[in-house]
């Protein structure tokens, strides 16, 4: 029999069907052992089960921050305060994951200061081109700088084309031409979108007709049509502008339909509660606190679900930076994390994590000597299809397994590097093995990043 393997855990009835298969084939020498190994493979099937999330968490929580009023000055404060451990003006800084959003162009010509101290305009808010043409690049350098250390992960849409007079739409198709041919350039993926706006921002999409009938993203004959764009840059994941007053949940992705006959990742962020059947908005740092509040982090804990918590965190800041509140939430869901009840995670990882769980394809097989492989086989997407996941993309999957100094993890069919797994001690004759999540980065790249004038 050589070095035949027995296969022991289904992912689902066709990879039964695949065993069966693989059994009848690898056996033709020695065809009566099939209906044994059969039974076998039956009588083990719960031995390796996915965890819901990397050990020793029981839930993960995504800060999910648009840039809207974000002055560059803001942005730097309060990045040293979320990402590093430098001290900051709002004391040592927390080193968690936390990204932000960027848009190309900023087309706002509504008045108005977006800091306390009314210094910086909707003019001055940080953007990678310095108005609503591709011409003259302001903070570029800065937020490709950002893009890559990780501390932004979220396209705000293609720029902030809201506008004074809601019928003077600016944003046209080439638009999204000139950011996605420099996203193309630069060799970044982005692939979490939010949709912002007022109605003069056509670009937006995901919600069709009904309130939103001015989204024209994703309608062919629109001057705004740009989804065959943006999901050719890489977009996966969209918030398609639809709050939601749901703490957590079990499952925050959903399939959208595109009107271009495109599909794409919805999600869902917790953006208000109801207050007397009104909706009262979360997502001002001013209300962080409701957002992060200990009863709400309790709840997503207890339910194990995942969180994505929609505010503005670089709007309306004072020379502290965040409001106190805001603060003391952000001290209190880092707690959570150091006593390994919560992961916080940017956005993008998270989604991307959530994906890999929801469709994760694996087989486990025995080896002759008693080790077990656990063979990665695929991601079935099924929005953007079946696809073989690159290390990145099964960061934080664990598996519950006996024996668990035996196991391997496999990549269709190769073996993850030992250094890229971890091994937990669990109860009784349980055990974890998993592929490690991302090592923190506390770098303080407001240092690094250049500072454009
Ligand atoms: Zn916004």
Same mark, same amino acid.
């Given at each position: ?182 996203? @193309?350039?630069?060799?970044? &993926? =982005? ?8 109605? /003069?921002?056509?670009?937006?999409? $995901? *919600? ?85 509040? @200990?009863?709400?982090?309790? &709840? =997503? ?8 918590? /929609?505010?503005?965190?670089?709007? $309306? *800041? ?107 001690? $669990? ?27």
């Amino acid at each position: 029999m050589g070095d035949r393997r027995q296969k022991i855990i289904p992912a689902g009835g066709v990879v039964l069907l695949t065993a069966v298969l693989l059994l009848a084939g690898l056996s033709a020498s020695c065809d009566h052992a099939v209906d044994d190994e059969l039974e076998d493979h039956l009588n083990v099937t719960d031995q390796v089960t996915l965890r819901k999330f990397p050990v020793p968490y029981s839930a993960m929580v995504a800060i999910s921050s648009d840039i809207d009023g974000t002055a560059p000055d803001e942005f730097r404060m309060v990045h040293r305060f979320l990402n590093t451990q430098e001290k900051t003006s709002m004391g040592e800084g927390l080193g968690l994951d936390i990204a932000n959003s960027f848009w190309f162009f900023n087309a706002n010509d509504q008045e108005g200061f977006i800091d306390a101290e009314e210094e910086a305009t909707l003019e001055d808010q940080l953007s990678y081109f310095g108005g609503d043409q591709a011409d003259e690049e302001y903070k570029a350098d800065e937020i490709i700088c950002y893009i890559r250390a990780g501390w932004i992960d979220t396209l705000h849409s293609w720029g902030d084309f809201s506008r004074a007079d809601t019928d003077d739409t600016v944003f046209v198709r080439d638009h999204a031409k000139h950011a996605a041919k420099e996203l @193309d350039k630069l060799d970044l &993926q =982005i692939s979490v979108w939010t949709n912002h706006g007022n109605r /003069a921002n056509i670009q937006n999409f $995901g *919600l069709g007709t009904g309130f939103a009938d001015y989204q024209q993203g994703d309608v062919p004959d629109s001057p705004a049509y740009h989804t065959d764009l943006a999901l050719d840059a890489g977009i996966q994941f969209i918030w398609n502008s639809k709050g939601s007053d749901e703490v957590g949940a079990r499952r925050l992705l959903f399939p959208v339909d595109l009107r271009d006959g495109g599909r794409v990742w919805g999600f869902d962020r917790y953006t208000h509660e109801m207050v007397d059947g009104e909706k009262k908005w979360l997502w001002s740092v001013h209300r962080l606190h409701r957002q992060l509040s @200990d009863e709400n982090l309790q &709840q =997503i804990v207890n339910n194990n679900l995942y969180s994505i918590m /929609a505010t503005h965190l670089g709007n $309306g *800041l004072g020379p502290q930076g965040l409001p106190r509140s805001a603060i003391d939430a952000l001290r209190r869901l880092k707690q959570y994390q150091d006593e390994g009840k919560i992961l916080v995670a940017s956005t993008s990882r998270l989604l991307q994590y959530h994906r890999t769980h929801l469709y994760l394809d694996y087989t486990a097989a025995k080896n002759e000597d008693g080790t077990v492989d656990i063979n990665i086989e695929g991601v079935d997407d099924p929005v953007f299809g079946y696809f073989l996941p690159e290390n990145e993309q099964i960061r934080g999957i664990t598996f519950e397994v006996p024996q668990y100094e035996q196991i391997r993890i496999l990549v269709d069919g190769q073996p993850l590097p030992d250094e890229l797994l971890v091994r937990h001690a $669990g109860e009784g004759e349980r055990g974890y093995v998993g592929v490690s999540w991302f090592a923190p980065d506390y770098t303080d790249y407001t240092r690094r990043c250049p500072q454009p004038d």
